[in-house]
């Protein structure tokens, strides 16, 4: 949990944006359709759809 967004550290700065606005659901990204393979889980490179941000998105 970030907590208030006052206390959000300077390296996360250029992601207020997207911490004030996604809920963490998968209509919030557009996602690429293969995986990024390794790992325990399916990570998608995404983009959060309101900032045009980069992020990524993983699924168990």
């Known amino acids: 949990m970030v907590g ?3 206390a959000i550290p ?3 700065e250029r992601y207020r944006e997207v911490i004030q606005t996604a809920q963490g659901l998968k ?3 557009s996602l ?3 995986p990024v393979t390794g ?3 399916e990570v998608f490179r995404a983009v959060h ?3 045009d ?3 990524v998105r993983r699924t168990p």
């Open 4 to 6: 208030p967004l006052e």
């Open 39 to 41: 790992g325990q889980a």
């Open 27 to 29: 209509k919030d990204y």
């Open 53 to 55: 941000i980069p992020a």
């Open 32 to 34: 690429e359709r293969i």
């Open 10 to 12: 300077p390296y996360l």
């Open 49 to 51: 759809k309101a900032s």
